[in-house]
């Protein structure tokens, strides 16, 4: 089956962090966006214009005769606006971008359903290279899922079929290895500042840190004082966060977690 | 003033991790190494034959004529073998490589103390590029403090002096970044795992979180559920982990920490 992305017109609902890299990488293979959405005029005007398109911010103004509409909005957003987006869409496919909403978040009025999510931590100010981003496809029919399955390859070389409940699992690990991390990365900066060190020493460490993660299992990875349980260091390390009891809770908790495992 | 390494004469005591990698960057660098000690005969011989030179299992072996000690050893083992590790040493320098203990760990009878502490993890399997490890050093003469600094210098680019405090600081803000980020990764792979899932899918993201942390202060770059107190997701994330109460207890911590800084 050969698909021309170029006779699907696509427009994105949704301007963030994610919307704003995922039209800019198709927009960079060519694929032509017809419309921006976003409440937020700032946001859809310089997406409009980085990829050479118009824009509305009144959800009532989006074009309806699009093939594809990509929506990228935060969850809670999506569903209250569930109404207005769908308006005069039924024949069109309907893909959202998030990572803990089902397919079936799609009312039964839309007949063509879809998921597209790269599996990523976005900014607008990092424009990020999507060709190794692992982006999970869902659909409710072989159709669609092709047609996604296509689109996605345009800018990914890793993408996949995955259920609503392995890509809600694939989130949830990923909080743990993203944002969980970033604040990890936080909690030493935060430590290093105290001291007047700037976060750059930690650098060469967390970036050892991830490549070792390429080669070894985390789980087999681990080195430090709770791995070997070295009960004098984790006390040593206890009593200098005697002021920052949350600080204390973190480190006893993921000690003990890190021992267990 | 100009140092000689070659007038020097090093003996390493202990070969572990942090000793495999340091001995043998030093050895790229042409700088002699005249002994190795370990108590573990597999990891005496290993070091000294990459390194060249002899090894000791026994602490009453180990000549007594070298001008540098580097002494890496577990924290509790430096403690519990001090007086055997010193014995006839009195005119040497003695340099621990310990990110928790203090200069004057090294008793009264030692004249030339010294710290040698290079931020990084290490693991013998993985041999790692020095030039950009920093390394901070401490004496209690300024003699010593040049020739530390000269033998750090032979290796990387990145040699500051640092007290035994700020040090330990450090230390503690290293256990954070690296093995409670490390961590982090590993339940990462837990939650795949229970869904037969590479841990694969999660490492251009934790690439992406680790670059980004060169460029955004790492509590700036956050994003995700936690930062924007997104509630309905973080419900749904702590029913999906409620059959694993301790890492719904992590990631309820967590995301208040988060969410509070």
């Known amino acids: 089956m050969s698909i021309n992305m170029e006779e699907n017109k696509i427009v994105f609902i949704g301007a ?6 995922l039209a800019k990488a198709f927009y960079d293979k060519h694929i032509k966006i017809s419309q921006i959405y976003s409440r937020t005029e700032d946001s ?5 214009e980085a990829v050479k398109t118009d824009y509305t911010t009144t959800l009532e103004d989006v074009i309806n005769d699009a093939d ?16 207005r987006i769908i308006a005069g869409k039924e024949n069109a496919l309907m893909a959202h971008t998030s990572g803990s909403l089902p397919l079936d978040i799609w009312p039964d009025s839309i007949k063509r359903k879809g998921v597209f999510y790269p599996l990523q931590t976005f900014s607008k100010q990092r424009i990020v290279d999507f060709r190794n981003i692992h982006t999970f496809i869902e659909s409710n029919n072989s159709a669609d899922y092709l047609l996604l399955e296509k689109l996605a390859s345009s800018v990914t070389n890793e ?18 290895a993203c944002n969980f991390t970033n604040h990890m990365y936080a909690l030493a900066e935060k430590l290093l500042k105290q001291y007047d060190m700037p976060f750059s020493y930690m650098l060469p460490l967390i970036e050892e840190t991830e490549k070792k993660a390429h080669v070894l299992s985390p789980r087999e990875a681990q080195t430090g004082p709770a791995v070997r349980y070295d009960e004098k260091v984790i006390n040593k390390h206890l009593e200098l966060l005697s002021n920052e ?12 977690s890190i021992h267990k495992l």
Chains 1, 2 share one sequence.
């Open 44 to 48: 859809a005007r310089s997406l409009a």
């Open 159 to 176: 993408v996949s079929e995955l259920s609503s409940e392995k890509r809600r699992q694939i989130h949830l690990a990923a909080v743990f």
């Open 68 to 83: 594809i509409y990509i929506v990228s909005l935060k969850d809670d957003a999506l569903i209250d606006l569930m109404p």
């Open 16 to 21: 963030g962090n994610l919307a704003t890299n």
């Open 245 to 256: 009891p949350e600080m204390q809770e973190i480190y006893q908790l993921i000690s003990k």
